[in-house]
């Protein structure tokens, strides 16, 4: 029960927030349209035309910084760039009417939302501490923001306290956090980018993700041809040297040819098992004996940290998809055990509507960072080949939040 109004609450607050920072650009979109207003009246008395241009900058303006707003909540919506500054380049704008939309729909809705974020701690502070003040005047006073009863005593005043904190945490919990989305629901609709915008953008990010690629591939094959130099060649190179010792000792010395014999042999099974590794870490058979599923449950099961596990992955994805999700659990189970100093971490992965969902989730000392050039930066690599993306939290004490999702295309 606890845990769950915890959570109402923490939900409420985040909420609260959102309503509270909603209220800045949506004070800035009421002094704009309160500007633009008069320039359209005058536009159409045919007096108004040199005014359209500041006032499509001002309006593109506050537009960008709902935008910027709505990045730090996770809607990425890019800007369209400047505002063209010539009356004709302001006609043809495409982005600039749904601008318009969402500057009347923010300066309305998203400022009385607003308000009434920053005017509900108010209220609610008032509420709990009723009892309180609750002998001042007015006489008789109702139990305030309710409306329930009148108190006489400390014990009725103690009462609707209680009442106001009840009341006040299910409205934390399920009004808040909607009203936010409601704040919210117009920018994430009228701002997003022109489809020739977003055409242009997705070229530029196939682009990056096309260098990524090449990048990763290029960094494998550095690695695998790394493996075969220092481990596997080395093996065999010595296994040459035992063999070529071995028989000219059968001539002079017979009695240790036995014992290079042996020792070849242990070289030779030394550069098989480091071959069978490097053959590993390209594509795991583990993957094809148990599926996706059964191979990270493995890897939860021999984590150096007590490693709880929830699957949901019934279905199967590309090959190459899977061995990235295999690596990238492997890895973060690595870093978790080698640097996190955790007790314990939790494994989820689901797959849902071709979309793969890894998090990974350690109670460690936290401070990890995906840009030191760590096996993180190893992770965001292999993850944004595949046109993925990562998500790493690790505020200094913890918790660390590995999020990764990868599209599982076939």
Known sequence: MWPAIVLAVGRGLDGLKQLIRGLGTALLAL??????VPTVVACLAGVGLLAVAPMARAVRAVADRERSRLARLGSDLPSPGPMPRTLRGVL??????????????????????????????????????????????????????????????WWQASAISAFGLVGWI????????????????????????????????????????????LDAHAIELRRIE???????????????????????????NPSETDGLLERAQEAAESALAEL????????????????????LTGLAANSGVPCGVELDVGGRCAASVEATAYFVVAEALTNVAKHSGAHSAELSAVLRSGRLRIRVTDDG????????????????????AHDGTLSLTSPVGGPTILAVELPCGS
């Open 92 to 153: 043809t704008d495409r982005s600039l009417p749904r601008e318009v939309g969402w500057l009347a729909c923010h300066a309305t809705l998203g400022f009385v939302l607003g308000l009434f974020g920053v005017l509900l701690p108010l209220i609610i502070v008032r509420d709990l501490t009723f009892v309180a003040w609750w002998k001042l005047p007015p006489s008789d006073p109702s139990a305030t923001s309710f409306g329930v009863g009148t108190a006489h005593t």
């Open 226 to 252: 790394r493996s075969l130099h220092d481990g596997s060649q080395n093996r065999l190179v010595a296994v040459t040297v035992l063999l070529g010792a071995a028989r000219r000792s059968l001539s002079r």
């Open 170 to 213: 299910a409205i934390l919990g399920g009004v808040v956090p909607t009203l936010a989305r409601v704040q919210s629901w117009p920018g994430r609709r009228l701002l997003v980018p022109d489809p020739s915008v977003d055409l242009s953008m997705r070229v530029v990010e196939l682009t990056a993700t096309r260098a990524a690629a």
């Open 276 to 295: 069978r590794a490097v053959s590993r870490s390209i594509l795991p058979p583990v993957l094809a004996d148990r599926g996706l599923a059964g191979a």
């Open 365 to 384: 000392h936290g401070g990890a960072d995906a840009a030191s050039g760590s096996g993180l930066d190893g992770i965001r690599r292999r993850v944004e």
């Open 31 to 36: 002094l704009t349209l309160v500007a633009v």
